[in-house]
């Protein structure tokens, strides 16, 4: 015999379960999180779980690496220039001590901050980009840099985190997706789209790229069908290849790495310094600071170069070490990537991943002649302000998922 359970009433000793944000649907969480103090205060003492740790350890450690060789790296360009070794690096000091403060403040943020606020940081991010494209500041042909208060910014690089926000946010609301392309590409697409043309407006084709990159995995992991993938990939080529065309500086990196022989007093100088720097310091290195070609003979040693000092002073270990050190932030990113059980989790941790993923492997290929020089930075590591503080925001992201999880 079967014996049916009565139903819980509202006069029972035993109400019904409630249901906690944790276990609605990612599309619809933001409408049961709290945004109260009480809510923001406990996530400060929960405990945020072993890959917050290893994340943030990890992070932290590159961080204070990379301020090192930075120092390292600028303090001949700084005596030349300012005449005294620490210009550079005292700045990008100041600016970690206060961007990793601002990566922990926005992993105790929840998802509903998220949801009400990405829209503006978009907005914010692209108006940015525009006014860099009217009147920014360029280098040789990339117009990439505004002046706003006396402070050089890099607005693309808050795009980079500000499109991953906009497209897990969109992502989700349409969650789950429809079978058409349509329903699965847009409006997130209109997003990624207007975030490509604002940056190649500056003719900074290697950022554009990266940005490409994020939007194709953020679409992969939130589960597009491959053949809208590999659409969008034949067109973002077609296009990549018709900018490279049109731009005679993009077209002459392009023959010069595909050359057979290439002028190193020329478009190959820069490589070429790259690959002596490398070959000098051999496996184990001449030694921190005693780098050979940051004595003006590497342009942008203490930036997108910056591997090939670090080869140099540091030696094949040194550099292996540093490739090891991403592969083990991509191995804690990718674990927290599995255990998101929600969309807008997926999404953004996939896209960050991407991220600090491609632009490694981007840079770390021009410096070892691998790929065309692009200008792209390494991330945590190269000097630049924008840069760092937009990557470790984007940590800042995976680390609330990691939070999250761990309280769930």
Known sequence: MVIQQPRPTSNSTNPPHRRTAAEYPADNTEKVESLGFKVFVSQVFNHPGRDFYYLF???????????????????VESISKFGEPFAYAS??????????????????????????????????????????????????????????????IQPSEMIKFSVILLLAVLIARRTPLGPTWQEQLMPAGIA???????????????????IALICLSCYYFAGVRIKYLFTLIAVGGVTALGFVLSSPDRLNRVTS??????????ECWQVSQANFALANGGIFGVGLGNSKAKWLYLPTAENDFIFAVIGEELGLIGAVAVIILYIAMAGVMVRILVKSADQFSRVVVGGVLAWVVFQALLNIAVVLQLFPVLGVPLPFISAGGSALVATLAGVGLVLGVARRQNAQ
């Open 91 to 152: 700045k990008h000091f100041l600016i970690a001590l206060l961007a990793v403060p601002m990566m922990l403040i926005i992993s105790l943020l929840p998802r509903v901050f998220w949801f009400k606020w990405a829209r503006i940081i978009a907005i914010v991010a692209m108006a940015l980009q525009i006014a860099v494209a009217v009147g920014g500041m360029s280098v040789g042909t990339n117009r990439n840099w505004l002046n706003l208060f006396g402070v050089t």
């Open 257 to 266: 790495f595909m050359a057979d022989e290439c002028d190193i007093l020329k």
């Open 192 to 210: 990624a789209v207007g975030a490509l043309i604002l940056v190649m407006l500056g003719n900074d084709l290697g950022t554009a790229i990266v």
């Open 57 to 75: 350890g990890i992070t932290i450690f590159m961080v204070v690496f990379g301020s090192v060789m930075v120092l390292s790296s600028s303090s």
